[in-house]
């Protein structure tokens, strides 16, 4: 079993550039914490995720874990920056909507929720404003953030930080020496932390350990969660054929990914099979004529039983090129993954965030009660008659 702080490197010789960029990182959070940069609030509820590391948390899992939540019983909208996207500001994704005009995580996210607003937009307040004041989503109940930790333009009712257990940030650095966008003290302003990619059998005592290094405010709440993998399916074929992961024994396997930290699932992998080829690309790559032309090749020459996964991500912009060869197409699996909360808090995790929901929503007697007392840099748009009830959640 891997130990936390396992995937962290250090380039040392870089330290002096991360002193510098430290310096425009504090002064930037400064002025928001002095004022003179404004963060504002809505009279929606509004839930961030993110984290003060480049890449790599699992945001994407954390996030329809809940959208899952919480959509049999409201209007939910994700709001995305769409990284590497073709489109420019903001977009309200359909089902049809091409991955390339939204992004391959908000993409994915529409395919799985096809009922949720997925809307992509670098300005995140306009991003907002535009879900909440247009006709065809203005019955939207509760906004999720996607990676919004550093946008602090917006002020978030609930800030949920994500922290990978393989590169906690006690251990990192500043970028471009270690991968922390900002210092390690950014996790102050979290409501919520949570250690994420942790081993199933994490000990009591572990937790205790990474609750004193952690060293959190009482005002935060901490949390542990560990990837759950669910059976392989094929992404190419007309309907979609499944494998449990226990059947990749004396199987060759073709790890294909371009994700920021696939050591992770690589490592995962070899609890069912020891042969296991990586091909790695960066995180949210454009496959290119060379990239298709290699996973060709490189399966082509493995040995037979085999197999190629790929993750979810990958997916969706694998099924948007052209060039595969048939061997591959019919060979190539994806791997979904959730989430599972250890220790038995899932609930409490829950009901803190279904409260929150139902105390802020802009329809309940709670925030009519309080609409005299709205923050001056609050943003409000209509009401809607509607009652939100959680009573069979």
Partial sequence: MRSEGDFIRINEWLRPLSFFYGIGVRLRNRLFNLGVLKSHAYDIPVISVGNITVGGTGKTPHVEYLVNLLQNKLNVAVLSRGYKRKSRGYVLADINTPMSDIGDEPYQMKQKFPKAYIAVDKKRTRGIDRLCDDEQTSNVDVIILDDAFQHRYVKPGINILLIDYHRLIIYDKLLPAGRLREPKDGKNRADIVIVTKCPHDLKPMEYRVLTRAL?????????????????????????????????????????????????????????????????????????????????????????????????????????????????????????PIDIKFLLDREEKFNEKIISYVQKNSRNSVLVKRKDDHKPKDSHHSGNRPRTISFKNN
Avoid: C
């Avoid at 969660?225 to 094929?234: A, F, G, Q, R, V």
């Avoid at 371009?258 to 099979?273: N, V």
């Avoid at 085999?306 to 948007?320: N, Y």
């Fill in 215 to 335: 060293n959190l405010y009482p005002y935060q709440d901490l949390y542990f969660t560990t990837i759950n993998y669910k059976p392989l399916h094929t992404i190419f074929t007309p309907q979609k054929e499944t494998k449990q992961l226990e059947e990749l024994r004396d199987t060759n396997v073709l790890l294909l990914s371009g994700i920021a930290s696939p050591q992770q699932l690589r490592f995962d992998l070899k609890l069912y099979t020891s042969n296991i080829t990586p091909l790695s690309f960066a995180d949210h790559h454009r496959f290119k004529t060379k990239d298709i032309e290699l996973i060709n090749r490189t399966f082509e020459e493995m040995p037979s039983p085999k197999v190629i996964i790929t993750t979810e991500k990958d997916e969706s912009r694998l099924l948007a090129i052209d060039g595969l060869s048939e061997e591959v197409k019919q060979n190539i699996f994806a791997i």
